[in-house]
């Protein structure tokens, strides 16, 4: 039987041999072990919520606006895509960002029931500052870290990605 192999990082002589049956448990529990390393999701969630509070914009709406920038004039059924969500839960996300006169949603001209998303002057004004409070965050998130272990860290984070895509297909 095929087996996996990983190292504690508390103690490099301690190992897991895990069999490939038992390979989705392993990695449960690994997955539940790097959860504790890098401290509990919720509580970034809240810094990250607390550095934005002076811009008046959710999480949510922070990452609409920031796929937004990436190419201004994409359809909010794109944008649905790209960002894994429902038609729906996008629609809700957009009405309120055009409330608030960060976005606004245009008809295209060929077909009326098209609509494609632009941030406004007040928009860029936000994503210049979102962009300035993301690097500060990260700064702090990384402090003590190599770039190379970051980069290795994004990597193995791709590629369990991938391979849970590859799952749902």
């Known amino acids: 039987v095929p087996t996996y192999e990983l190292r504690t990082s508390k103690c490099a002589s301690k190992k ?3 069999p490939l049956r ?69 629609g809700g996300l957009i009405d309120r960002l055009e409330k608030t006169e960060m976005i606004e949603r245009l008809a295209e001209a060929k077909d009326r029931r098209v609509k494609r998303i632009y941030l406004t002057e007040k928009g860029r004004k936000v994503i210049r500052s979102m962009r300035k409070l993301t690097m500060e965050a990260n700064k702090e998130i990384l402090a003590g870290i190599s770039m190379k272990q970051v980069k290795q860290a994004a990597a193995v984070l791709a590629r369990i990605k991938k391979n849970t895509e590859s799952m749902m297909e």
């Not at 790097?34 to 922070?62: M, N, W, Y």
């Not at 920038?69 to 960002?83: F, I, Y």
């Open 22 to 90: 038992s390979l989705l448990q392993c990695i449960s529990n690994w997955t539940k072990r790097a959860r504790h390393c890098v401290g509990d999701h919720c509580k970034r969630r809240i810094a990250i919520d607390d550095k934005f509070k002076p811009l008046e914009i959710t999480r949510s709406q922070a990452w609409l606006m920031a796929y937004v920038s990436r190419g201004d004039g994409q359809t909010q059924s794109d944008l649905a895509a790209q960002m894994s969500l429902g038609k729906v839960a996008i």
């Open 16 to 18: 897991l041999v895990c």
